[in-house]
């Protein structure tokens, strides 16, 4: 079986730009949460995906956005970057995202910002 | 909301000798607690989990092993190998409702051959 694919592996903007990522689920796998890792702040959860309905968001700013598609595939959005969104976003998908089920990751995708 | 804390955040040991990584965490409705192993270029990999109505899983050289009434759980890697050399987290599943796993900030575990 496939594991969790995302879209680029790497990227660079500017500051003001705005950027999408792609993250394909396992096959079957119908939850999909994004992370952004940082060097100080470790892995923080961004928003969880399940059937094309955002369920769970933490705490980042409204530039941060998803969706979720009807194959599962997500993507998330950020707008206007700033430096400090710099960081290797991390994608995992699991069967129905329920708080005691195994996650899976993908390879991330490292955004670097200028 | 759930808060994780892990120590020590690097960690140097001898080949064959044993690693322990401790984390903390402050939800006592939490009940799942997995840790991942990430290599360099890699996401996370899940390489054991417990669940709070079990105080301790083996998987050959890696245990886990949980308190719930001091509220911390704890990796031990026996044996170490050259490839167990990666950043180890910890984490504990957020009883809110659907999955929101928080992460303990990271341990790099390097085994001097």
């Known amino acids: 079986k496939a594991g969790v694919t995302q879209t680029p592996r790497y990227l660079i903007k500017t500051r003001g730009q705005q950027v999408t990522l792609s993250c394909s689920p396992i096959?079957?796998?119908?939850?999909v949460s994004w992370y952004q890792q940082t060097p100080g702040q470790g892995l923080q959860f961004l928003f969880e995906?399940?059937?094309?309905?955002?369920?769970n968001k933490g705490n980042f700013p409204g530039r941060f956005s998803g969706r979720q598609f009807s194959n599962s595939r997500s993507e998330m959005n950020v707008s206007t970057l700033e430096l400090g969104d710099s960081a290797l976003y991390l994608c995992?998908?699991?069967?129905?995202?329920?708080?005691?089920?195994?996650?899976?990751f993908g390879p991330g995708t490292r955004l670097l910002v200028l | 909301g759930e808060n994780v804390e892990q120590h020590p955040s690097t960690l140097s040991v001898q080949e064959g000798d044993s690693a322990v990584i401790k984390c903390t965490y402050s939800?006592?409705?939490?009940?799942?607690f997995p840790w991942y192993k990430q290599e360099l270029g890699k996401g996370p990999q899940l390489i054991i989990d417990?669940?709070?109505?079990?105080g301790e899983k083996k998987d050959q050289r890696i245990a886990v092993t949980l308190n719930k009434t001091a509220k911390h759980f704890s990796l031990h890697i026996t044996e170490t190998q050259p490839e167990d050399s990666a950043v180890y987290f910890c984490?504990?599943?957020?009883?809110?409702?659907?999955?929101?796993?928080?992460f303990g900030t990271g341990t790099k575990l390097q085994v001097i051959p």
């Open positions: 984490a504990a599943s957020y009883s809110g409702g659907y999955q929101k796993v928080t």
């Open positions: 417990i669940r709070s109505n079990v």
């Open positions: 096959s079957g796998h119908r939850s």
């Open positions: 995906y399940f059937s094309e309905t955002q369920r």
């Open positions: 995992a998908s699991s069967l129905a995202g329920t708080k005691s089920e195994t996650q899976y």
């Open positions: 939800d006592s409705a939490s009940n799942y």
